[in-house]
């Protein structure tokens, strides 16, 4: 079985669920991402600053490196890619991995979006509802 990692925004509270959701169904999902919590990325930018450091310089750091080898590692160890809407940059840009890699990635959002995208076509598909996604990863196992 290959194992989902889960991308979305630390500010989204619906994370976890979906987390739990896709491990009752039998996956192994990797999401312990989010136990930085909602204000990691504050908080770090807060520190950098209060250093003296600007963004660029601060992408350079120790912090950055830790976190972006932790995430990395379990990107290339992960073969489905799951982007959880809504969600910043860093989760776009870590979909992009995964199918610039040629490791399918999918699109969960709850809604229709105000603003649409064509670039979504990248991605193995597009869904409204979890039960459908869950559908779609079964061609996986």
Not at 10 to 39: C, H, I, M, Q, T
Not at 74 to 95: N, W
């Amino acid at each position: 079985m290959t194992g989902i990692y889960l991308i979305g925004s630390l500010r989204n509270p619906k994370v976890p669920e979906l987390g739990s959701y896709l491990r009752a169904a039998g996956w192994d999902v990797f999401d312990d991402w989010f136990a930085a919590g909602e204000k990691a990325d504050d908080a770090w930018q807060a520190y950098e600053q209060a250093r003296g450091n600007r963004y660029d310089a601060a992408l350079h750091g120790y912090a950055a490196e830790n976190v972006h080898a932790f995430d990395a590692r379990h990107i290339a160890r992960c073969g489905i890619g799951v982007l959880y809407l809504p969600a910043g940059k860093s989760g776009h840009l870590e979909l992009g991995v995964f199918i610039g890699s040629g490791k399918p990635g999918y699109i969960l959002m709850d809604k229709e979006p105000e603003r649409w995208d064509v670039m979504y076509r990248y991605a193995r598909g597009v869904f409204f509802d979890r039960d459908r996604l869950l559908t779609a990863l079964e061609e996986h196992r």
